[in-house]
């Protein structure tokens, strides 16, 4: 559950910093800053396969990503 998910980290909450990131212009990004973790979130927003320069653990699949966004996906990217 993506509430659950989201509790977890202090980079959800809502007074934490966040940048809008430019990777590419079919997805969204954004880093969220919180005390103790960074989380960047990417959005892709086309029917399309979008490869972006960005790795890290996805913390909604609790698995690697590998910078390959299916069609629509959205990932939560843990800064290690």
Known sequence: NLLTCR???DAFN???PSQ???LDP???AIKRIGVTTTITVIINITDQVVVVN????DV???SQFNG???PYQIVWLKDE
């Open 26 to 28: 079919q997805v969204i």
């Open 20 to 22: 809008i990131l430019e």
């Open 54 to 57: 960005s790795n890290g653990f």
């Open 68 to 70: 390959k966004l299916k």
């Open 7 to 9: 509790k977890q980290y």
């Open 60 to 62: 909604i699949t609790d």
């Open 14 to 16: 809502p007074y934490a």
